[in-house]
């Protein structure tokens, strides 16, 4: 495994780590996610994502009941949440960054996860009804209460990013230090573009989503939807649109071919692709079963092989 700091903060992210969206509590229960945890640690992944709305609530307890039963040095790893939807339909409690919320909202999540303090913190999407100031420093107080060690972003705008740092400066506050976007090879012009000279000028870190884009990147889709696929899944009918879209599956062909010429997978390739990229921090990794962990945590063998000429036949596969 290679340790990245994450931006200019101190701390250092194993390149691939592994979340908890969709899988943990709907598709992965305790005991699984004992086994998948297990396999990426070995592997030497110190990060876990995870937030308040993953299963509204369940995926943390997931987490952290299988934390309880792995019994690692909590100094060993690294655990995030996020928050923005909420758990409850009050006025004060969904969709919002207000102080109230996000000052309730963290004891809930320790709770849930079993831990007296999370490493990682994030705003999981931005707000357009709260001032950021009033975020910011709610942000602040969380890390100077010591329930949260950094803070940061998720699917913000540069500039709201960059007004979030600028503030924090002016007030001599825990400035936020990390983004999480998504970033694959089908989907690159906020990271590559928008981001560019916050990564440059700002130093910010990044735990990149959706290495694989829910799996479609796997070529797992190129025949139609497999059972006991993600977009087989009830609530996760929107994805079919996604996985069935013609332009993306040729797309995913070429890639296909270019990942077996290699002697990898698509999915390591994929994955791969995305720690040539020195702007992530950490790629994290999602999975349904514990197999998927250990093809994935592979690609870290593969970052070698995307030579400058491979790169380009990947670029030309995807433009
Ligand atoms: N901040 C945000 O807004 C945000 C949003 C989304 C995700 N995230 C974070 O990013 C993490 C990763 O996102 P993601 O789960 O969408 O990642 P992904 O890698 O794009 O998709 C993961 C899914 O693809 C399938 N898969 C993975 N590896 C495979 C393999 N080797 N072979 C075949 N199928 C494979 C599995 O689904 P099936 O087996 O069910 O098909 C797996 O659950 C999440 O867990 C979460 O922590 C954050």
Known sequence: MEYR?????GIRV???SLGSWVTFHHQVDIDKAVKMMSAAFDAGVNFFDNAEAYAKGKSEEVMGAALKKLGWRRASYLVSTKFF???NEGINEKDTLNRKYLMEAIDGSLK????DHVDLVFCHRPDPHTPIEETVWAFHNMIESGKATYWGTSEWSAMEIVAAI?????HHLHKPVMEQPEYNLLHRERFEVDYARMFKDY???STTWSPLASGLLTGKYNN??????????DRYDWLVEKMTNKESLAKVKKLGKIAGDLGATLAQMSIAWILKNYNVSTVITGASKVEQVKENMKAMDVV??????????INSAVS
């Open 224 to 233: 139609g939807i497999p059972k006991d696929s993600r977009a087989s899944l």
């Open 85 to 87: 939807w909420g758990l």
């Open 304 to 313: 070698e092989k995307l030579t400058p000429d491979v790169m380009e036949a």
């Open 166 to 170: 600028e503030i924090a400066e002016r």
């Open 203 to 205: 130093g910010y870190g």
């Open 14 to 16: 194993s390149a691939l």
């Open 5 to 9: 700091h994450l931006g200019k903060a």
């Open 112 to 115: 849930r996860l079993n831990l």
